[in-house]
């Protein structure tokens, strides 16, 4: 008996998800792999009669190029659409996807989700704009063409998509609505394990952001069963370092950094290299947190070519921020200064004031290390009006305010500073250095 493909090639198989060349191939394996059963049985006649099965697979492999051709003229034509709605005002991009037929395909679709995924690390209000075209496009998708379930799983992935984009945006209740919806449609859908865990990995996100860390992790520990059952290491990869990043959010250092050590060798990096800077990066700062500089350091430059290689502008900001952290670790306080003074700037010209707000606590520890009263009295009065502008926690509140008279005192102690950036770590809902998750 030949060897008997893997549940993941059955699926990808029925789902139409391989190549031509894989589809043959993965026919005749079947055929070998049950030599006593229908199948096999049916060769045999068929061999016993003379019958010519090779022109059979001809013919066969004819039906499956069909489509197989017509699904790449889609794809052409979806990246030739895409390039024509990213240069258009959103209000365009509406209307072109809502009133032309020629915009309603799967692939397209397809293409707008992925787009919304990259637009959330670099610009979260674009990405919720996307995401909304994908589930217009998702809902116009025609059923016959493409078939109803493999539709609802098309739908449920727009749907997701953009509850994690409102997830970003700190949006939860929305968040919650587009998920329930996603979970609706997938009820309707093919079974596909693999749009399963997607769904999943999102909502683990968005409860792990309301701090439901157990309920989050109950929906990881389910990713990571798809994976084993599926024989996608990669999914279980992801499952344990999305648990590293979320562990970390939940002040188990020790547990994020023992995820994550487990789930990069399973990471395929070609297929998610952010996945794998990601979770270099909180392993990183888990390190430098812990005390374990050195060893921080030495993984913070072994992993450069990955952060240069991924080209995100975000993560090497966060990058050049935790070098400070690191330096200040070191006591080197000049080095320190001049990374987070460099990084801080960067966010302010993002116009993310809220992280360079945070980043000013670290360089509040090198002028408290110093005495430097002045620049602390000129770092109070920039942070104090951003983070009063936001809902913090009264705890935090309370710490603003020593924070504040102790500055105005030139009496701010390292002691202070750490109590306020403490407070503020619990009460933040953007990323700050740490990165949160990677999809």
Request: charged share 25%; with cysteine.
């Amino acid at each position: 008996m030949g060897e008997q493909p893997s549940l993941r090639r059955l699926t990808q198989l029925i789902q139409g998800r391989l190549t031509r060349s894989r589809t043959r191939k993965m026919i005749r394996e079947l055929l070998a792999a049950f030599p006593g059963g229908p199948a096999g049985s049916a060769l045999a006649a068929a061999r016993a009669r003379g019958f010519d099965y090779g022109a059979a697979f001809k013919a066969a492999g004819r039906a499956i190029d069909a489509p197989g051709r017509a699904a790449e003229i889609e794809r052409a034509e979806a990246s030739e659409l895409l390039r024509e709605v990213s240069i258009q005002p959103f209000y365009r991009q509406w209307i072109l996807v809502t009133d032309h037929p020629r915009f309603r395909t799967w692939s397209f679709c397809g293409l707008l989700l992925d787009a919304c995924r990259e637009w959330g690390f670099q610009d979260p209000p674009r990405a919720l704009q996307t995401a909304r075209l994908g589930v217009q496009v998702a809902e116009r998708l025609d059923r016959e063409r493409y078939g109803e379930a493999r539709v609802n799983d098309l739908r449920a992935r727009a749907w997701a998509t953009l509850g994690n984009a409102e997830r970003i945006l700190t949006d939860f209740r929305a968040a919650e609505m587009s998920f329930a919806k996603a979970e609706l449609l997938l009820k309707g859908g093919t079974g596909d394990p693999v749009e399963t865990a997607l769904f999943l990995l999102f909502e683990a996100s968005l409860l792990g952001h309301q701090q439901r860390f157990s309920e989050a992790f109950r929906r990881l520990d389910r990713v990571v069963r798809i994976g084993r059952l599926t024989d996608d290491l990669h999914l279980c990869g992801k499952a344990l370092i999305t648990r590293g990043f979320l562990a970390g959010m939940a002040h188990e250092p020790g547990l994020s950094m023992r995820l994550l050590r487990e789930g990069l060798p399973l990471v395929d990096a070609e297929a998610e290299p952010r996945l794998l800077v990601a979770a270099y990066h909180n392993l990183i700062l888990g390190l430098t947190e812990s005390g374990s500089l050195t060893e921080a350091a030495d993984l913070l430059e072994r992993s450069a070519a990955l952060y240069e290689h991924l080209g995100d502008r975000m993560s090497l900001i966060r990058r050049t921020w935790l070098e400070g952290k690191i330096a200040l670790g070191r006591g080197e306080l000049s080095r320190a200064e001049s990374l987070f003074l460099a990084a801080r700037g960067q966010l302010a010209e993002r116009e993310l004031g809220y992280d360079a707000a945070l980043l000013s606590l670290d360089l509040a520890q090198v002028y408290a290390r110093q005495g430097r009263g002045a620049e602390m009295r000129r770092l109070a009065e920039e942070m104090l009006p951003i983070f009063q502008s936001r809902a913090i926690r009264r705890e935090a509140v309370s710490a603003l305010i020593v924070f504040q008279k102790a500055a105005e005192m030139e009496r701010v102690t390292l002691g202070i500073v750490q109590e306020l950036s403490d407070s503020l770590q619990e009460s933040r809902t953007t990323a700050g250095l740490r990165l949160r998750d990677s999809f």
